[in-house]
């Protein structure tokens, strides 16, 4: 398909016309070149007709202090292709939304143009098809996914998923379940809440751990070897711009009926805070001891730092000690802006082990992964991701380790 991309971003179009890429995923760049040579990719600024619209903007909170969810990006988009819109167009929202956007959108447009017959306002054949479809990738996997994912498909009418199901099975290996607009959009949010529950009860259970002087991924371990028990791993939080976002999206659309996805939440961004007195309480029990943070991305092996329960433990510890704090992005070609000043220095893996008397781990890259124990064993090592489990508990060579801590 020939396809135009459209951002707000000056950089971002200029740079995919280019043939280039403005973010790390495995396989993404070469696939990029290789369509903007062919003519097949191009970028702009501004909207321009097309058959199929498909809308991938964010969808923050507002800056209420509630988490209230943010759809103005949504309705903005959407404004920009009405001006665009002709009779036989299908209009496709995939950003993560609180339910009822898509018919939020569809009523804006009607709003915009009278001219044309929406889906589901009238008993008329509608001119646009309109529906909602989630996207459901995993960033570092994104192509692959994005072809051999199964995919919900909302339409606002029966009509409008019959249409957008033609669309994505023409790229989509997966199954296509078509549904309504609004059970799609809550299919989204339901699976990033299932999954935030889930590590919620890791975390939690890795601070009892951590109370007990108990080692939590071998209690995991031995746990998850009955049938019947799943149990996921434990982090510094939980990060990125959906797990860690959308809950709220649901608490925010039935705040009576929704107090353990909220308890979750609180859960997760509790262990974010239980990672920085525990961090800070190593650092200041050592004063003339340099500290290595080790990753910054709210996941592995990804240049995403969005919502990253790592860049906050990072950032307070460098705001709070400066100078003493080494931090280690392998993704990142220079600190976040809030670590400006702190006198914190960014360094790459091998300057951390040499220098650094602390180690600090926040995210499990694979080059921290490969690090060998004879590099690691005279540190000081708080684990919160549970990668070294080699890591000696007894002293070595006078130094104690800590590598139950989770």
């Known amino acids: ?138 960033p570092g996997r994104i192509l692959e996914e994005l072809t051999n994912n199964d995919r919900s498909i909302g339409g606002i009418t029966p009509r409008c998923a019959r249409k957008a199901l033609a669309f994505y099975k023409r790229f989509v290996r997966g199954t296509c379940i078509t549904t309504d607009a609004r059970s799609a959009e809550m299919t989204k949010l339901v699976e990033n809440a299932y999954r935030d529950v889930n590590i919620a009860f890791a975390n939690e259970l890795s601070m009892i751990s951590d109370a007990m002087g108990l080692d939590v991924w071998e209690v995991i371990r031995l746990a998850n070897r009955h049938p019947r028990v799943n149990i996921l791993q434990p982090g510094p939080g939980v990060g990125g711009h959906c797990i860690a976002v959308d809950p709220w999206f649901i608490v925010n659309g039935a705040p009576e009926h929704s107090p353990l996805i909220r308890t979750a939440r609180g859960v997760n961004d509790g262990k974010i805070h239980h990672v920085i007195a525990r961090a800070a309480a190593l650092v200041e029990a050592h004063p003339a001891a340099k500290i290595g943070c080790l990753g910054l991305a709210f996941k592995a092996n990804i240049d995403d730092f969005r919502e990253s329960p790592a860049r906050l433990v990072a950032g307070t510890l460098a705001r709070r000690f400066g100078a003493r704090v080494h931090v280690v992005e392998p993704y990142a070609t220079q600190l976040p802006i809030e670590f400006t000043g702190t006198g914190a220095l960014q360094v790459d893996i091998d300057t951390a082990l040499e220098e650094c008397d602390v180690l600090i781990v926040l995210v499990d890259h694979d080059v921290f992964k490969s690090v060998p124990l004879a590099e690691r064993a005279h540190k000081l090592v708080y684990d919160t991701r549970g990668i070294w489990p080699d890591q000696p508990e007894e002293p070595v060579m006078g130094v104690t380790t800590l590598r139950k801590a989770g």
């Open 1 to 138: 398909m020939k396809v135009l991309g459209i951002d707000v971003s000056e950089h971002v179009v200029e740079t995919i016309n280019r043939g280039q890429i403005h973010i790390e995923e495995v396989d993404l760049d070469g696939l990029v070149h290789g369509v903007v040579q062919r003519g097949l990719l191009s970028a702009s600024t501004t909207m321009a007709p097309a058959d199929v619209f498909v809308i991938a903007v964010p969808t923050p909170f507002a800056k209420d202090g509630h988490h209230t969810p943010d759809i103005s990006y949504v309705l903005s988009a959407a404004r920009e292709v009405a001006k665009v819109l002709k009779a036989g167009d299908a209009i496709i929202l995939e950003s993560t939304s609180p339910v009822g956007t898509t018919e939020q959108m569809r009523d804006m447009i009607a709003a915009v143009r009278p001219d044309l017959k929406m889906p589901g306002m009238s008993h008329e054949t509608p001119d646009i098809s309109i529906a909602y479809c989630p996207e459901r990738v995993l």
